[in-house]
């Protein structure tokens, strides 16, 4: 993932400038040379941070499209060494 790197104290000059940045990419910004903050926009956030469920809870999601098919590829062994 690309990311951009501004210092804190040009980020206190200009905030608007970081907001664009952060519109195109993750804003890493740093205190002292090290990273502090991390600043990105709303859309990523909901899109890569939003609370994640477990397997039963999405089994019971009444959401859910119930006219998927599941299919899943066939595995073949055949040619795998067996060691004992």
Do not use: C
């Amino acid at each position: 993932m690309r990311m951009s790197y501004m210092t804190s104290a040009v980020f206190n000059q200009n905030p608007s400038k970081a907001k664009k940045k952060a519109d195109e990419h993750p804003l890493v910004i740093t205190d002292h040379g090290l990273e502090s903050y991390v600043l990105f926009s709303y859309s990523d956030f909901q899109e890569h941070w939003r609370e994640r469920r477990n397997l039963l809870d999405a089994l019971r999601d009444p959401s859910a499209r119930a006219d998927l098919e599941f299919e899943p590829g066939s595995v073949d062994f055949a040619e795998r060494p067996v060691e004992f």
